[in-house]
């Protein structure tokens, strides 16, 4: 599935409140989780950055951060924020796929971004996200979680995830998928994975979750 300039123009003024309400902020918290981690001067990617609450205190670490996303409108609140934190990043509103920079960075970070293509698509854009980081350098995203049990665990996570992705491929947000084994493709893009930390989406129930995955670029 391909997305142009104006997919996300539309969602780009509830995006956040919305990821808020439904994961009742375990989305935030995921994405929150893997910033601290960043160093100051370290080169960083936000792939389909949306309005980048979370390169926000990547900047404020010291980290020189690229934002890069299809959507004006979505860059557009993501520069009002730089603004009023009077804060500083290059913004670039384009294609991830094709942007070749010129020296390649030390971290890429692609937050709830993997979900909007199908298991190949993803597969397809987690090579491509690793061609962009530097050997040795890492790979961080959020997304959600599949179940790693079956039976009622398996039917909790299908009853929360299904009707959200039916309702965002019916306004061409994202395609049609189940929810792919993330660690297992970013393994087959040629990196390794560091860790994967699992955010439920109610304390002390294990499904449905979200998950951060770290990896590390190795070919
Ligand atoms: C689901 S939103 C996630 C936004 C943000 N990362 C977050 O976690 O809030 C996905 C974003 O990816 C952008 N996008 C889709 N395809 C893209 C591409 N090929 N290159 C750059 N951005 C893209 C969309 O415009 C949208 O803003």
């Known amino acids: 599935m391909e997305f142009d300039a104006h997919s996300y123009d ?8 919305l990821a808020s309400v439904y994961s009742l902020g375990q989305i935030e918290a995921s994405k929150q989780s893997q910033i601290q981690t960043l160093s100051a001067s370290e080169r960083v990617l936000f792939a389909g950055v949306g309005c980048g609450r979370d390169a926000i205190p990547a900047i404020r670490r010291g980290a020189a951060v690229t934002a890069i996303d299809l959507s004006p409108i979505m860059l557009r609140r993501f520069s009002a924020t730089l603004r009023r934190e009077a804060l500083d990043a290059e913004s670039i509103q384009g294609d991830v796929a094709k942007h070749r920079p010129d020296v390649l960075y030390d971290t890429v970070v692609a937050h709830y971004f ?7 698509g993803a597969a397809a854009m987690l090579s491509i996200l690793c061609r962009l980081v ?17 039976g009622a665990a398996r039917w909790i996570t299908e009853a929360y995830y299904r009707p959200v992705n039916w309702i965002a491929w019916a306004l061409g947000l994202c395609a049609l998928h189940p929810i792919p084994d ?11 994975v560091l860790s994967v930390t699992r955010f439920p989406v109610i304390p002390g129930l294990d499904h449905p979750a979200y998950q951060s995955v770290v990896a590390e670029r190795v070919a």
């Open 10 to 17: 539309g969602v780009a003024y509830v995006y956040d409140e």
């Open 114 to 120: 993997l979900n909007l293509f199908d298991v190949d």
């Open 134 to 150: 530097r050997p040795g350098g890492r790979l961080m995203f959020a997304d959600f979680a599949p179940s790693e049990a079956g």
């Open 182 to 192: 993330y660690p297992e493709l970013i393994e087959g893009a040629g990196a390794r």
